[in-house]
């Protein structure tokens, strides 16, 4: 990144005056990441710097080969990207393409699911910077008017997990977002009848997995009241009895996803994804910095990036492209922010 940063000082001085914008001149250089693999070697030392490329990377060029919104790489990138102090330009188109692509839905015409994780990365983006957009009001209008009577949606299930498995994730992803909008949007008129929906619904069909006790309380530093004390405690200890021996936590534990060809899940190794998302989720629920569990937690993630910045996770459902490894990363940078490890 050192290299990128350089180069972008040196265009910027070439480029001066001239009328070339240099956002676009530095986003050219962001080319496609390499596939995720798990034999990418270990970096030699922890650089958040490369991480922060490479979600960079990943979630660009998502958005100019695919034209659309994904919870594992372009969404779960605006769900914390505006957090990450670096090169404020790849963050930018990111989410200009998230307004355009909000501005073409009369004519894409996407799902519950599609409307429902663009609302949320929108507003999630905007709690960064203390204002809601209206682009992003406009999303969620989307989304209420396809929420269904009980609070939830009709989510896509195609036995990706944990984010395309069940309907638990959109609710709490809302939920979440919702709450975390600038303005007190939970409460406007707007958006007050659907929020309550939500937590309804959340009442009713309270977490079973892994994944979704710690989307719980990541809701809970959003909305204090959403969530008991006794669960919170109750869904903090769940998640601590299943870290690794080595400090870290595997995806797999998280859920009782299957994978497409039959085979197991790898359950007693740790990934970016478990790892990040438990120390993050945790983090947001209050248990301190210095908790042996979260120390343990971010000794793993310092030792275990890999040479191009990503951290590896291994698809819960197949073996082709392993995306969730962007999410993972994303997770891995906010778990680190949050224990002021950046």
């Known amino acids: 990144m050192t290299t990128l940063r350089s180069i972008g000082f040196f265009v910027t001085l070439l480029f001066a005056g001239s009328g070339v914008s240099f956002a676009q001149t530095s986003l050219a250089k962001l080319e496609r990441p390499a596939p995720n693999t798990a034999d990418e070697p270990l970096a030699e030392r922890f650089s958040a710097a490369k991480a922060v490329d490479f979600i960079d990377r990943a979630s660009l060029h998502w958005q ?16 914390g990207r505006a957090k990450l102090q670096a090169d404020p330009a790849p963050h930018a188109a990111v989410r200009k393409f998230f307004e355009q692509y909000v501005n073409g839905w009369a004519e894409k015409k996407p799902g519950p699911h599609g409307v429902v994780a663009t609302a949320a990365a929108l507003a999630l983006d905007d709690s960064a910077k203390g204002k809601l957009s209206p682009v992003t009001r406009d999303a969620f209008a989307e989304a209420w008017n396809t929420q269904r009577e009980d609070g939830s949606w009709d989510w896509l ?10 309907d638990h994730y959109g609710v709490t992803l809302a939920a979440i977002a919702v709450a975390s909008a600038p303005g007190n949007y939970a409460a406007s008129k707007d958006a ?12 009713k ?23 008991s004390p006794e669960n919170k405690s109750s869904w903090q200890k769940d998640l601590l009895k299943i870290q690794q021996a080595d400090g870290g936590w595997a995806i797999a534990t998280l859920g009782d996803w299957k994978r497409a060809d039959g085979s197991e899940q790898i359950r007693d190794r740790s990934d970016g994804y478990g790892t990040g998302f438990v120390v993050f989720t945790l983090r947001k629920s209050g248990l301190p910095a210095d908790h042996p569990a979260i120390r343990k937690g971010v000794a793993w993630l310092k030792a275990n990036q890999r040479e191009s910045g990503r951290w590896f996770t291994r698809s819960t459902y197949n073996d082709k492209h392993h995306f969730i490894t962007h999410a993972g990363t994303t997770f891995a940078l906010l778990a680190l922010t949050e224990c002021d490890e950046l």
């Open 64 to 79: 100019r080969s695919r034209e659309c919104v994904t919870c594992h790489t372009n969404g779960a990138y605006l769900l």
């Open 157 to 166: 299930k195609c036995g990706w997990g944990p984010y395309e498995s069940d």
């Open 192 to 203: 007050a009848s659907g929020y309550k929906k939500l937590l309804t619904w959340l009442k």
């Open 205 to 227: 069909n309270q977490p079973k997995l892994a994944h979704q006790k710690g989307m719980m309380l990541w809701l809970s530093d959003a909305d204090q009241t959403a969530v």
